[in-house]
């Protein structure tokens, strides 16, 4: 199942160079690592945009903070003047020409871009203004109060606009939450209550009367301030708790905060809701309740410095968290590139190790042993090839010897049938000789069976004819002990034919027998090339199984593989030019035992022929005897004249014989003289095999024993 899986990604691997291969699973480790940086940094950077909302936000609450505590004033101020104090006429119309300002102010630094929801929405409180500054006058307090509490309402409205449009509502880290919830919610509600309070106590104090509606307004905001107290005690703890160190105008300004509220709050209960008579100064209590409300603005501001603060800090933390993160990701990207280019540069170098190595062993130097600067897996293919190389070593030293052994015994085997075709010229000439001498023999006797048959012609020519016969018997005689003689050299020469023969088939078979272990180290050869072949194909199967490591070592196991179907080729070009050789030594020892075959039959005929010239000497020296018994006794011719013409007639028979036997032997001298031709021209073959695979071995060089 992952051989097939794997098998088109090895395919398309396999069509690619070294530096293709690195170059494309690079590019396809780039992608994901590209696309996770970018995924990260735009996840940082919207961070980093979210915090930098939420400290606009922030600030632009805190800029428009001071207009509600205007509006505030301006609707304490208001009340105590529509409740009959025309003092507060100066005072109101000091705080209407500074919201005036504040508004012109606010026009030109809102931020209408960044936030214009809330935008929008101050532009309409801005028109409120406008309509209740001119109208206010006209209204009762009461109308007066609710109509600035409306404006009011829609100030902590925007607070809220601006908290939520910048971000600040969805934080959710807890020392920011709790600070926007104090800065949001909290201090503002703060203020409003103790400027409810503060707005109508001075109305009260003014008019010397508490109406009903007034008195539950005060105590249901003095209810609200000690439940805003309380959330806001535990959000400072919790701002404490999880961010310490940073707070410490917080803390103060919380204690101031709660002081102030503790002393309005006992003044309210002395001056109005437990007072027997309104007696209290109204401009008092409203300075009082100012006081109150100047120092949660103060609690406030460290709020907002505070939370600005821990954004600043946040936004730090996180450019610097990203720069880390970004350098430490360069750097360990620079050195994964720089391990990765080491890493091909280590590979190329032992692919072209070996490389170098196997066109140096191609060109026949096979002295030297394969050297990598490595320690991973083609290591173990640097020590199987180097056990490769020795063995090849031997096997080629083995070959050199055999090829110069068999050099030096073909060069023998040239000399001796050199010699021996020599030596079968000799005696073919011998035998001519004999055969002439046998002819002449053949025809002397003729002559003297007819001069013995004239005898009987004329007895006058008898002593002639006997003295002629006498001559001719001792001139046969001395044919015949010459031509014996000739037949004995024919008889030595044939024996020491015979010998050189015996010489040549042991050379021949001493050859044969080299041969034959020249095939069995053929047969280890080609053992150890099909053995590396296999190891060739285990390899890749090998790295076929290591994935994407194993791509290099496909590569070295596959020009090993190759190594190997060179080596098989070359060997079998060994075993084809040897099994050529065996074949001529198979037809030179066929020839050889032709040639014994013929030697042999040689010899038989020339004893044969040696035993018939011993008995025509022997005739002659009869017939010698009895011519001259004929020339010492004239008178016994007539006697014995048929004896004498039958031993002439005998005579003539051997002749013949002897002629006929001296050609056959010529015969069988040519048909050696042939047989020796051929030998010296397989001799010749061989030699010049011997001499070709003697140089085809002198081209390796091989290591030292």
């Not at 905060?257 to 002393?263: G, H, L, M, V, Y």
């Not at 991973?376 to 070593?393: I, K, P, S, T």
């Not at 040639?595 to 020296?621: A, K």
């Amino acid at each position: 199942m992952l051989n097939r899986l794997l098998r088109p990604f090895a395919a398309v691997m396999s069509k690619l160079r070294y530096g293709q291969k690195f170059a494309f699973i690079s590019f396809l480790m780039v992608i994901p690592i590209g696309m996770l940086l970018y995924v990260w940094m735009s996840e940082q950077q919207q961070e980093l945009v979210f915090i930098k909302n939420e400290r606009a936000g922030a600030s632009e609450i805190n800029e428009i903070m001071p207009f509600m505590l205007m509006i505030q004033q301006h609707r304490g101020l208001a009340n105590g003047f529509l409740s009959g104090n025309s003092e507060l006429k100066a005072e109101l119309d000091k705080k209407e020409q500074e919201i005036n300002r504040f508004i012109a102010d606010m026009n030109k630094t809102i931020q209408y871009e960044a936030f214009p929801e809330s935008s929008g929405q101050w532009q309409s409180i801005a028109e409120e203004w406008s309509k209740l500054e001119g109208s206010f006058s006209e209204m009762k307090a009461k109308e007066s109060f609710a109509a600035h509490s409306a404006i009011i309402d829609q100030m902590r409205s925007l607070i809220g606009s601006y908290s939520d449009e910048s971000g600040l509502s969805l934080d959710t880290a807890i020392d920011s939450f709790y600070l926007m919830t104090m800065l949001v919610q909290q201090l503002p509600i703060l203020m409003e209550n103790t400027a409810v309070i503060r707005g109508q106590g001075n109305g009260v104090l003014v008019s010397k009367s508490l109406p009903e509606d007034a008195h539950i307004t005060i105590l249901l905001e003095m209810a609200k301030m000690e439940t805003a107290f309380k959330d806001l005690n535990k959000a400072i703890g919790i701002v404490e708790t999880w961010n310490k160190g940073i707070h410490t105008d917080l803390l103060k300004d919380g204690e101031r905060s709660i002081d102030a509220a503790d002393r309005f709050q006992l003044r309210v209960k002395s001056d109005i809701l437990d007072a027997p008579q309104l007696k209290a100064k109204s401009d008092e209590f409203f300075a009082e309740g100012t006081a109150t409300i100047a120092v949660l603005t103060e609690l406030f501001t460290s709020v907002n410095n505070d939370l600005d603060l821990v954004l600043q800090n946040r936004s730090e933390e996180l450019s610097r968290s990203r720069n880390l993160i970004l350098s430490v990701t360069l750097l360990i990207i620079l050195l994964v590139a720089l391990f990765y280019v080491g890493f091909y540069r280590n590979v190329m170098a032992t692919v072209n190790a070996l490389k170098t190595r196997v066109e140096q062993m191609a060109k026949g130097d096979l002295s030297q042993e394969l050297q990598l600067d490595t320690r991973d897996e083609l290591q173990h293919v640097a020590l199987a090839f180097n056990e490769m190389l020795g063995a090849l070593n031997v096997l080629m030293r083995r070959n050199q010897h055999v090829s110069d052994n068999a050099a030096s015994s073909s060069t023998q085997l040239n000399v001796i049938s050199l010699e021996s075709t020599t030596a079968m010229k000799l005696i073919a000439d011998a035998i001519q000789n004999v055969s002439n001498g046998t002819e002449m023999q053949s025809l002397s006797t003729s002559e003297t069976a007819s001069a013995m048959n004239e005898m009987s012609i004329g007895i006058t020519r008898i002593a002639e004819a006997s003295s002629d016969a006498a001559e001719s018997a001792f001139h046969a005689a001395e044919h015949v002990k010459f031509g014996n003689q000739l037949l004995e050299e024919t008889a030595r020469q044939m024996s020491n034919i015979k010998s050189s023969q015996v010489e040549s088939a042991q050379v021949v078979a001493r050859l044969d027998g080299h041969s034959v272990q020249m095939e069995q180290i053929i047969g280890v050869i080609m053992t150890i090339a099909r053995q590396t072949r296999l190891l060739a194909l285990n390899a890749n199967i090998e790295a076929a199984r290591a994935g994407e490591h194993g791509r290099g070592f496909s590569v070295v196991a596959s020009e090993v593989g190759k190594l190997a179907e060179q080596t098989a080729l070359s060997v079998k070009s060994i075993e084809e030019l040897l099994s050529a050789v065996r074949t001529h030594v198979d037809e030179t020892v066929a020839a050889m035992n032709e040639m014994r075959l013929e030697t042999d039959t040689g010899l038989q005929s020339i004893g044969n022929t040696q035993s018939t010239m011993s008995r025509i000497l022997s005739d002659i020296r009869k017939m010698s005897e009895q011519v001259q018994e004929v020339s010492a006794a004239s008178e016994q011719i007539s006697a014995g004249m048929e004896e004498v013409t039958a031993t002439i007639d005998e005579v003539a028979d051997v002749s013949r014989k002897t002629s006929s036997e001296a050609v056959t032997m010529a015969a069988a001298a040519e048909q050696q003289l042939a047989s020796m031709v051929k030998i010296q021209t397989s001799s010749e073959s061989l030699r010049k095999l011997s001499q070709q695979l003697q140089d085809d071995m002198s081209q390796f060089v091989l290591a030292r024993e």
